[in-house]
Nanobody
């Protein structure tokens, strides 16, 4: 079955870095655009970053631009999210998911257009 397993989260000080991984199985990763999302306590899930099926197109939330980098290795069935200059407001559970239907450019970070969610990995940014 389709499955995503996120890893790489943890506790990091402000200004630090983490690299999240999203391991995919049960389908051909190269056929799907993938998104990274996050959800902080008491808040709605929000899009962080997006990468097209072939990796040629990416998108970032304003909060992630210049600090986060998404990449993918379709041969290894893994999506990465490199997060630098982390801030306390980045604290959340981070999820990956695959796009389930065609989207407009403005919808690339909308979680309503993604499915097969993983369990997430906790990122805590605190001194």
């Amino acid at each position: 079955q389709v499955q995503f397993v996120e890893s790489g989260g943890g506790l990091v000080q402000p200004g630090g870095s983490l690299r999240l991984s999203c391991a995919a199985s049960g389908f051909s990763l190269g056929d799907y655009a993938i998104g990274w999302f996050r959800q902080a306590p008491g808040k709605e899930r929000e899009g962080v970053s997006y990468i097209s099926a072939n990796g040629g197109s990416t998108a970032y939330a304003d909060s992630a631009k210049g600090r986060f980098t998404i990449s993918r290795d379709n041969a290894k069935n893994i999506i990465y999210l490199q997060m630098n200059s982390l801030k306390p407001e980045d604290t959340a559970v981070y999820f990956c998911a695959r796009r389930t239907r065609p989207v407009l450019i403005t919808q690339r970070l909308d979680p309503r257009f993604f499915g097969s969610w993983g369990q997430g990995t906790q990122v805590t940014v605190s001194s």
